[in-house]
Each structure stands twice: as structure tokens, then as C-alpha cells.
């Protein structure tokens, strides 16, 4: 027996970033969601509906005196394994919050009793108005799980947070809470943490490096997930695959395991956590050669390597009190041992808090969206992390460590 695909209402209220939610629909519909779109009247100024029709392959009504024998406005809701409404306005999220039912959109977000995720776009003094911040909290406080906006270009010359998340990362967000609908609390609201992420790359000529396969996909995933809990998060990012900026996360760009060095330092100073996501590489080599390298030789010359900083037992060596680190060990086993042994070892080896063990090999890990391991604490707890999204595996990451924070060090 096949499962049913997971039923998502996509609510779409008035607002320019309305376009956007056409490439959120593609992107629900693409990864096996059955989607109903629920416009506002207001959407449909901006987007058509035929659009949306023709995108979730189901008719699309705003009003509820349509179809009105199958009683849609009661049981959309009803039926719905999570809703998402993106991009939420401060008009329906003014709506939503005083319980009103005056469209599809609003008498389903009543009825439904599943996870539901807000999505905000508006302009900066909307978002940061006494009304608006109410309403967020409002809701919040019901359970709603309503997402940090990004910053960056608003309609016209205005800059400032508002922004709708990329469409990518709001279906990131929505997988994870199908998977485990309690995975957002604002636990880590008033924190300030650092992750890294990405594979560095050791120049060897101005052309050519030494790399690895990191996607930067799982510490991208942990920021994302940090920035939506609350904390204020500086991601260290080294080389990634096409990966979008998380929403409200300060990215800070290192290409080298130099410079990785030096950005986690900088960032690490006073912070609540650090995680060490990124892929390092271990050596590089001894010089830089200035001129593109030539195959004119008869044998090329050897490769000569230096060993670079364990920038993690760094970090461990200039823990400040209360501060939570976190390692990762990307491990295959061999004939001797499997990879949670080398696993054990490698947190005993670094001396931090946490260490997240991957194994490794047949597409395991790396490249991949998905991700297992276990969870090893230095206090000798160990937790399987079952297979799931990366945003799910960053989920029970920030629960071990928000467990181990200092309460009196959150400033709120
Ligand atoms: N790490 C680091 N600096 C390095 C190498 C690794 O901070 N120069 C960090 C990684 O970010 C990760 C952890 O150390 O959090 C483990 O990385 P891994 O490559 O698995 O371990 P290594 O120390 O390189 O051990 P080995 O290659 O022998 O398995």
C-alpha cells in the first residue's frame, strides 16, 4: 500500500512577494505534496488563478460560498496535514490573529488543527509595528510556527527585514514540520550562535585547489533552523553548493581554512554556541604557486603539504563559561570498527560538548538532502538520529544544546 501524499493548504494573501508563491507551489507539488491553493481576494490581483490551477491540478476559490454542499471551509482545514501561508500579510496576520473567518483562507486557518507556518512579507515599518509584533506574538503564543523575514530589497528602494523567505527554504521549513511538527520552538530567542558550514579550499595555483565534497546543505539547515528558533545566528560559510541565504542569518563568507580560522574566532567571542559543521581541510599545501602550474615538466612536481589548525579543538581550548561546541565527524568505518566506535573516539579526541556522527559512503551524507547518524554527548548520552531531512537532524542538535545553555545567560 502506497501512503497518501501529505495534504498542504497554501494560503496566498495580498502582497507583491505573491509571485513568489507560485515557485513554492511548484516546489510542494515536485517533492509529492497534494496542494490546494487558498488565495486572498487580494492574492488574486497579483497572481491569477489560473496559475495556481494549473500548478496544484485543483480548482482555486477565495470566498466560501463556492462548492458550498462539500463544505470546503470546514473541512480544507479539517483534512489538512499543514497549512502554509506565504507570503502572510500584516492584514491577514492582523485576521488570523482576532480569529476571523471572513474568507476560505482564514475559516480554514480555524478549523485546522495541524502544524501551520506563516511565512511574513511586508515592509519594514509594517513588520516592526507595535500591531503587527502583537499579532506575531498572538499567534506564536497559539502555536502558530510564523518565520523570521529576510532582509535584504523591498518593492522599490526600500531595504530593511520583510522580505519573504526564498521559496526553497520555506519548503525546506515545511518538510521539517510535516516530519516533527514541534521542531521550531522559539527556544533559542535571545542567543547568539555560530555555525559553520561548506568545504574549504586550499589554493594550490591561482586556478586549481584542493577541495571536498561538502554541500554546506547541513550547516546551512542548522542556521536556518537556529535563526527560526529565535537566536540571532552568524553563519561561517565556505564553499556550497547554489545554497540560499537563510532568512535572517548574518553569512559571513570564508574561502580557505585560513580564513574559516580566523571568521570563527571573531564570531565564536561571547557566543551562547558554536557548531562545526564545515568540512575542513586537514592540509594545504606548503606554497602557493603564483603562475598557473604547466604539464610542460616531464614528471609534475610532488605536492608538498602542510598540516592545517584543528580549528574545533581551538574552539574547545577557548570555550567560555556556559559556551555550548558542537563537532561533526563525517565517518565510513572499516574492517575493525564501526563508525560510531571512530565516532566515540573523535568526541573524546576534541573535548566538545557535542559531536554529531554521520556515516558516511553509499550516498550517504554528502550531496544528499537527507541525513542519519547519532548524537554523542561528552556526558556519555548517545541518541540515534533517524534518517529525515537535514532541517530535521538540525532540530535535535539545537534541543541537546538548548538543554545544555546557561539560563541565566540568555539576554532577553
Ligand atoms: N575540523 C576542524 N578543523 C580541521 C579539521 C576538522 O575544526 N582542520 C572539525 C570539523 O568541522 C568537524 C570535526 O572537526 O566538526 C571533525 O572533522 P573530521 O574531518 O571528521 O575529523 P578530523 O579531525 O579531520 O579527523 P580524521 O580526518 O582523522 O577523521
Redesign the pocket.
Known amino acids: 500500500m502506497t501512503a497518501l501524499p501529505p495534504r498542504v493548504l497554501l494560503g496566498v494573501a495580498g502582497g507583491i512577494a505573491a509571485y513568489k508563491s507560485a515557485e513554492l507551489l511548484r516546489r510542494l507539488t515536485e517533492s509529492g505534496h497534494a496542494v490546494r491553493v487558498l488565495p486572498t481576494a487580494s492574492a488574486l490581483e497579483f497572481v491569477g488563478a489560473a496559475t495556481f490551477e494549473a500548478l496544484s491540478g485543483q480548482p482555486v476559490h477565495t470566498g466560501v460560498f463556492t462548492d458550498v454542499p462539500a463544505v470546503p471551509h470546514v473541512k480544507l482545514g479539517q483534512e489538512a496535514d499543514l497549512v502554509v501561508v506565504a507570503p502572510a500579510t500584516a492584514d491577514l496576520m492582523a485576521r488570523a490573529a482576532q480569529g476571523r473567518a471572513d474568507d476560505l483562507l482564514t475559516a480554514s486557518l480555524l478549523t485546522a488543527r495541524c502544524p501551520v507556518l506563516f511565512a511574513p512579507a511586508m515592509h519594514t515599518e509594517m513588520w516592526e509595528h507595535p500591531a503587527t509584533r502583537a499579532n506575531v506574538e498572538t499567534l506564536r503564543s497559539r502555536g502558530v510556527v510564523v518565520l523570521e523575514p529576510a532582509s535584504g530589497r523591498l518593492t522599490g528602494k526600500d531595504t530593511g527585514p520583510g522580505r519573504l523567505p526564498d521559496p526553497a527554504e520555506i519548503a525546506d521549513l515545511a518538510r521539517l514540520l510535516l516530519e516533527r511538527p514541534d521542531a521550531l520552538p522559539r527556544d533559542l530567542t535571545g542567543r547568539r550562535v555560530v555555525v559553520?558550514a561548506g568545504g574549504t579550499r586550499e589554493a594550490l595555483d591561482p586556478v586549481r585547489y584542493l577541495g571536498n565534497r561538502s554541500s554546506g546543505r547541513q550547516g546551512y539547515a542548522l542556521a536556518r533552523v537556529a535563526a527560526q528558533r529565535g537566536a540571532s545566528v552568524t553563519l561561517v560559510s565556505a564553499h556550497t553548493a547554489d545554497l540560499p541565504a537563510p532568512a535572517a542569518v548574518e553569512v559571513v563568507h570564508a574561502g580557505s581554512?585560513a580564513e574559516l580560522r580566523e571568521a570563527m574566532h571573531a564570531a565564536a567571542n561571547g557566543a551562547d554556541a558554536v557548531v562545526?559543521?564545515?568540512?575542513?581541510?586537514?592540509f594545504r599545501p606548503v606554497s602557493l604557486v603564483e603562475h598557473k602550474i604547466k604539464k610542460t615538466a616531464a614528471e609534475p612536481e610532488p605536492l608538498h603539504l602542510a598540516k592545517?589548525?584543528?580549528?574545533?579543538?581551538?574552539?574547545v581550548g577557548a570555550r567560555e563559561p556556559g559556551q555550548v561546541v558542537v563537532?561533526?565527524?563525517?565517518?565510513t568505518g572499516d574492517a575493525d570498527h564501526d563508525a560510531l566506535h571512530?565516532g566515540r573516539e573523535?568526541l573524546a579526541r576534541?573535548g566538545c560538548d557535542l559531536l554529531v556522527v554521520n556515516a558516511v559512503g553509499d550516498g550517504k551524507a554528502f550531496e544528499t538532502p537527507d541525513n542519519a547518524g547519532w548524537l554523542l554527548g561528552a556526558d556519555g548520552g548517545e541518541t540515534v538520529l533517524a534518517m529525515g531531512s537535514k532541517g530535521l537532524l538540525a532540530s535535535h542538535v539545537w534541543d541537546a544544546v538548548a538543554v545544555r545553555l546557561d539560563p541565566r545567560h540568555a539576554d532577553t
Open positions: 559553520s581554512a562545526m559543521a564545515a568540512a575542513v581541510a586537514d592545517n589548525a584543528d580549528i574545533l579543538v581551538e574552539l563537532g561533526f565527524a563525517a565517518e571512530y573523535k576534541k
